[in-house]
């Protein structure tokens, strides 16, 4: 599967639909929900954990329990707490983004499968 592809066409159908705002907010709530889970979940290699990058995991936790009045509060929220996602080694971004782009994958996909089902009753 080529989640990067995915999550392209993710974000185009979100822009080009009729509620493109709302669509927009959503698919933005749902990559940071899979940002957030990937990075509590990440698996930290001896050096990341021993330069204390464990910080991050905690951080994540606490920012998925909170309630965001907005996508833009998640989105900055997000990028000013976890700055420090760019100090993993290599091997841990990478098995970071990897994980978060099956989590988003399976958001949506469970998202969509909901959406059909609702439509049909």
């Known amino acids: 599967m080529d989640y990067q592809a995915f999550l392209t066409d993710e974000l ?3 822009a ?7 669509e927009l907010n959503l698919f ?3 990559y940071h929900q899979a940002m957030l889970e990937a990075l509590r979940e ?8 021993s330069r204390g990058l464990w910080h991050l995991q905690l951080t994540a936790g606490n920012l998925e329990q909170r309630e965001f009045g907005s996508a ?3 989105m900055e929220t997000c990028k000013s707490r976890l700055r420090d996602t760019a100090l993993l080694c290599p091997a841990c971004k990478t098995a970071f983004q990897q994980d978060m782009m099956v989590k988003f994958f399976t ?10 089902k609702g439509k049909e009753e």
């Open 72 to 74: 833009k509060e998640l």
């Open 16 to 22: 080009d639909s009729p509620d493109h705002e709302g």
């Open 12 to 14: 185009r159908k979100a």
């Open 42 to 49: 990440l698996q930290l290699c001896p050096g990341c954990a």
């Open 28 to 30: 933005t709530v749902h």
């Open 107 to 116: 958001r949506r996909t469970q998202y969509d499968i909901a959406q059909k």
